[in-house]
C-alpha cells in the first residue's frame, strides 16, 4: 500500500516560485513513478510532470517546461521518497489544486506524460493560488 501527502501549496504573486513536496511511503517504491497533476476550478485534471521511480526519466508537459522542474529524494532502502515540484515564474494560469500519484515506473519508457488513469494512488493535493 502507498501512501502520498502533499504540501508546499500557498498564495503566491505572479512571477513568483513555490516548491511543492510529495511525502510517498510504500514498500515497492522502487516500481512506482510519481507524476503531478493540477485541477483548476471548473477545468478538468491535467497532468504537469512526471519522474521515473530512480530518477532516470523525467517529463512535462508542453505548459510547464521552463518553468517547473520535478526531482525526486529516494532512502537508501527504497522505503520512502520525497517528489518536489518546483515552480517559476508562476502566472494566475497557474492557479490550481495541485495531486501527486503514483503508478507503475514502465509507463514513464514512452517519454510522454502517463494519463491520468495509469496511477493507482493519489494524494490529497495542495492549493496554489498566484494573484496579486
Known amino acids: 500500500h502507498l501512501q502520498l501527502v502533499e504540501s508546499g501549496g500557498g498564495l503566491v504573486h505572479p512571477g513568483g516560485s513555490l516548491k511543492l513536496s510529495c511525502v510517498v511511503s510504500a514498500v515497492t517504491l522502487e516500481y512506482h513513478a510519481i507524476g503531478w497533476f493540477r485541477q483548476a476550478p471548473g477545468k478538468v485534471r491535467e497532468g504537469v510532470a512526471c519522474i521515473s521511480s530512480v530518477g532516470e526519466t523525467t517529463i512535462y508537459a508542453n505548459f510547464v517546461k521552463g518553468r517547473f522542474s520535478i526531482s525526486r529524494d529516494n532512502n537508501r532502502d527504497n522505503t520512502n521518497s520525497t517528489v518536489y515540484l518546483e515552480m517559476n515564474n508562476l502566472t494566475p494560469e497557474d492557479t490550481a489544486v495541485y495531486y501527486c500519484?503514483?503508478?507503475?515506473?514502465?509507463?514513464?519508457?514512452?517519454?510522454?506524460?502517463?494519463?491520468?488513469?495509469?496511477?493507482?494512488?493519489w494524494g490529497q493535493g495542495t492549493q496554489v493560488t498566484v494573484s496579486s
Open positions: 500519484a503514483a503508478g507503475p515506473t514502465a509507463m514513464t519508457k514512452w517519454g510522454i506524460l502517463p494519463p491520468e488513469y495509469e496511477y493507482t494512488y
